[in-house]
């Protein structure tokens, strides 16, 4: 039995992986599925978090801090992101490296080795990249392009 968290994308929560879940109980492993902030059951609104990256991930953050120490690879957790979570799973990785067997980023961004969710984090904030006009956001290539490192 192994152990997976599931984490969501941009405009969704932990409802999104109900068939996932499913599957993964059917094959006798535990599942976490977590609704980042202001998401899903999490009952912060998205015009109160003006916060940073690492504050729409702090479920995730959290959870993982409250997981034990793993003594094995069985013990580990297996993240699974979407989409904007790969922000997410960046930042568990990098603070929880003993806790997590595998990342898995489906249609996920990743960072890469001389990029870290740190500086990620300084320059992104989450009220550019989710809102309720996410639409009018995703087209606002201006606003896309002011993230720069």
Known sequence: MRHF??????CHGA????????????AGHKVTA????ACGIDRRQVEDVHGSVVEYSEPLLTFMAS?????SDDEKVILVGH???????CMAMERFPEKI?????LAAGMLGPDLTSQMV??????????SRNL???MLNTKSLCQITF
Do not use: R
């Not at 409802?15 to 059917?26: F, M």
């Not at 977590?34 to 902030?37: A, K, N, Q, V």
């Not at 997981?67 to 003594?71: D, I, N, V, Y």
């Not at 989409?83 to 799973?89: D, H, P, Q, T, V």
């Open 5 to 10: 968290v599931l984490v969501h994308g941009a």
């Open 34 to 37: 977590l609704d980042l902030t």
């Open 67 to 71: 997981l034990p120490a793993a003594g």
């Open 135 to 137: 639409t009018e956001n």
């Open 101 to 105: 067997s595998v990342a898995a980023f």
């Open 121 to 130: 984090d300084e320059k992104v904030k989450f009220s550019t990249l989710y």
């Open 83 to 89: 989409s904007m979570a790969g922000s997410s799973l």
């Open 15 to 26: 409802w999104c992986w109900y068939k996932v879940i499913a599957e993964l109980k059917q």
